[in-house]
């Protein structure tokens, strides 16, 4: 959009997302990377994941970022904004490269998983306040942000700052930790991540790395380091995920806010990759469309499904009608919903869904 003799204006769209994006290589079998022989091409990026499940999911969005004037740019922002994504701020930089990432096929939470990266001097580790269209970072309902941008470089974490700085008429700030221990050059990384966090309205986290990052136990704790977001979301791996939302009348000074537990499903996982970007995105999108917060959290977990039960980063969102009906079950259903891989490929039968087959309540 633009106006009479001012510079473009851009569009309000539901949810912008700033970060690296890079081309990733998937083996082509099991085996360690010196063995495989071939690998298929796919992309990864924590933020760009989030946008494009919102926009697959009904949301208009928007990703931010730096790519190289290379190929594998190409192959980012043309598979990004395939998804339909808003891609009309990635800037291509000429001296800097796209980063690109290989890894093997194994359960990243086992030591025989290996990623090698080749992000150093990456295009997005440019990016800063003066290379990035701010205008176009501000212009959503939410942005959403992480600290794996944070790592990247000096100039990253000055954007960061200057995004998460509390400023009249900012969006919504979503910030999801994701502490990423060997990306981080200096040993303040957990410090500077929690200044970050304190600085967002709503906060994705997972319990395990509020311990490996800031020694915190329980939700409680990680609530009372985390005071000003509205909404702080810790997710508790298999367990489940747990919100804390302040925001309720009657509250003291002192008070943690109210705590909503949601369990997650029981999944027959094909791969553990891309579930934590699209919990977010579900958790997002139930909030952009005003849900209770037990549902925001069961959105969440469904979204995660649709990752879990695909080989790669993006599975295909369920239709919003069938991901509300399951987020409508009652407690008993709830926790018995197995979903397995096909899952989201739920028919209509004259204006009535039939549940996916691989949907099957356990005894």
């Known amino acids: 959009m633009t106006t009479d003799g001012l510079s473009p204006v851009p569009d309000v769209v539901d949810v912008v997302t700033l970060g690296e994006s890079m081309v990733t290589f998937l083996p082509s079998r099991p085996g360690r990377l010196a063995d495989v022989p071939s690998f298929d091409r796919a992309i990864g990026g924590a933020e760009s994941n ?31 904004g395939g998804y339909g994504v808003d891609v009309t701020s990635v800037r291509r930089d000429p001296e800097r490269p796209t980063g690109i990432y290989f890894r093997t096929a194994g359960d990243r939470a086992t030591d025989a998983h290996e990623v090698a990266y080749y992000r150093a001097g990456s295009a997005a580790s440019a990016m800063a306040a003066d290379s990035v269209d701010l205008d176009a970072l501000r212009a959503g309902r939410i942005l959403h ?47 500077v991540l929690l200044e970050l966090a304190r600085g967002a ?56 806010g109210t705590a909503t537990f949601v369990r997650a499903l029981d999944i027959d996982v094909v ?14 999108s139930a909030t952009l469309r005003g849900l209770p917060v037990r549902d925001r959290l069961r959105h969440g977990h469904l979204m995660a499904a649709a990752a879990l039960t695909v080989p790669g980063d993006l599975g295909t969102p369920p239709a919003r009608s069938h991901a509300d009906r399951l987020a409508a079950l009652d407690d008993n259903a709830w926790g018995t919903l197995r979903l397995g891989p ?18 099957v309540r356990t005894p």
Do not use: Y
Not at 66 to 77: I, W
Not at 271 to 283: K, M, P, T
Not at 342 to 357: L, S
């Open 50 to 80: 989030v946008a494009c499940v919102l926009a697959a999911a009904g949301h208009s969005t928007r990703w931010v970022s730096r790519v190289g004037a290379d190929g594998f740019g190409d192959h980012l922002v043309e598979t990004i």
């Open 145 to 191: 942000l992480s600290g794996i941008t944070a790592a990247l470089s000096e100039e990253c974490l000055g954007l960061m700052r200057e995004l998460t700085a509390s400023r009249p008429g900012r969006p919504l700030v979503s910030f999801d930790v994701n502490h990423r221990p060997g990306l981080w050059r200096e040993a303040d990384g957990p410090r």
């Open 201 to 256: 309205d709503i906060v994705f986290v997972g319990d395990d790395e509020a311990r490996e990052a800031w020694g915190l136990h329980g939700v409680r704790a990680i609530r009372e380091a985390l005071p000003e977001p509205e909404i702080v979301v810790v997710k508790q791996g298999k367990g489940g995920a747990t919100v804390l939302d302040k925001n309720v009348d009657g509250l003291n000074e002192d008070a943690t």
């Open 271 to 284: 791969a553990h990759v891309g579930a934590g970007d699209a919990f977010a995105a579900g958790f997002l």
């Open 342 to 359: 096909g899952w989201t490929d739920a028919v209509t039968e004259d204006a009535h869904e039939t549940e996916a087959k691989e949907e």
